[in-house]
């Protein structure tokens, strides 16, 4: 099983500055990951995949990179309803894993 | 629009079983790969199950094989859980998601499964 690390486990930052997240798996996963936003109370939603592809409608102060075993979400320029909790996903191997989450809170 | 409605969730006591649905609408279920995914109270996302357009091939995480089945019923648009001898480790939200090219690019609002005596 691959086994996706998040970190930091919270990342606090004040609006207007800069996120950067990591996923590091413990295998290669090629491109195959995804990245997903979660606010309270919300189901999760998509933000990237394949690495660095952005979803429909996601801000282009998203963007994603790496391949292999190390990615990096970075949010450019924080805004209010960016701060949630962001998880990636590797879609690789099965079973299908997730990080265990990175808390984005406004500091 | 595409839209996913999680049902069926509830208080069940431990040994006991329960049957989740999933409503799908705004796409054509029989072309879409499905999964379901839960989340613990507090906790992150595990993937459950997953079942191919068909049906004709179903993948269970280790921790519920065997206890839970996924099912689908393409002309009915609708995507189910079957869930027995359920555990107090099951508790979790339980979303269902669509998968495209392998991600899971829309959720239902999940619906939450308790069990406890």
């Known amino acids: 099983e691959v086994v996706l690390t998040q970190s930091p486990a919270t990342l606090s930052l004040s609006p207007g500055e800069r996120a950067t997240l990591s996923c590091r798996a413990s295998?290669?996963?090629?491109?195959?990951l995804a990245w997903y936003q979660q606010k309270p109370g919300q189901a999760p939603s998509l933000l990237m995949y394949d690495a660095s592809n952005r979803a429909a409608g996601i801000p282009a102060r998203f963007s994603a990179f790496g391949s292999g075993t190390d990615f990096t979400l970075t949010i450019s320029g924080l805004e209010p309803e960016d701060f949630a909790v962001y998880y990636c996903q590797q879609y690789y191997n099965w079973p299908i894993t997730f990080g265990r989450g990175t808390r984005l809170e406004i500091k | 629009e595409v839209q996913l409605v999680d049902s069926g969730g509830g208080l069940v006591q431990p040994g006991g079983s329960l049957r989740l649905s999933c409503a799908a609408s705004?796409?054509?279920?029989?072309?879409?790969?499905m999964s379901w995914v839960r989340q613990a109270p507090g906790k992150g996302l595990e993937w459950v199950s997953y079942?191919?357009?068909?049906?004709?091939?179903?993948r269970h995480a280790d921790s519920v094989r065997g206890r839970l089945t996924i099912s689908r019923d393409n002309a009915r648009n609708s995507l189910y859980l079957e869930m027995h001898s359920l555990r107090v480790d099951d508790t979790a939200l339980y979303y269902c998601?669509?998968?495209?090219?392998?991600?899971?690019?829309?959720w239902g609002q999940g619906t939450l499964v308790t069990v406890a005596s």
């Open positions: 079942i191919s357009t068909s049906g004709a091939t179903l």
């Open positions: 295998q290669s996963v090629g491109s195959s």
């Open positions: 998601a669509r998968r495209h090219n392998a991600y899971f690019d829309y």
């Open positions: 705004g796409f054509t279920l029989s072309s879409y790969e």
